[in-house]
């Protein structure tokens, strides 16, 4: 069963960036699409980004467009998400997942890595 650690989360400026990052185990990462969702307080998970096996496609939703950048290196089974141009708004517990599906359709969940833009 696949296994998911986020990382790279903290305290940032509005207009700021970090570099949020996604190990998984457990399974064969390069045969699955991956994706970035979030949770901010008091609100539903939401889809934020997805990239395919081989990265050739990205979608991103309407939200981070422009200032968030998902990628993948399959030789460390990660996944990454860039984000520039942070917003308050932006704040949430970011979790990575396979594929893209609706946040409700996963069993499974890692910890997820808290993003506070604050100042």
């Known amino acids: 069963q696949v296994q998911l650690v986020e990382s790279g989360g903290g305290l940032v400026q509005p207009g700021g960036s970090l570099r949020l990052s996604c190990a998984a185990s457990g399974t064969i990462f390069s045969t699955y699409a991956m994706g970035w969702f979030r949770q901010a307080p008091g609100k539903e998970r939401e889809f934020v980004a997805t990239i395919s096996r081989s990265a050739l496609s990205r979608y991103n939703a309407d939200s981070v467009k422009g200032r968030f950048t998902i990628s993948r290196d399959n030789a460390k089974n990660t996944v990454y998400l860039q984000m520039n141009s942070l917003k308050p708004e932006d704040t949430a517990v970011y979790y990575c997942?396979?594929?893209?599906?609706?946040?409700?359709?996963?069993?499974?969940w890692g910890q997820g890595t808290q993003v506070t833009v604050s100042s």
């Open positions: 997942n396979t594929g893209w599906g609706h946040p409700s359709s996963y069993d499974y």
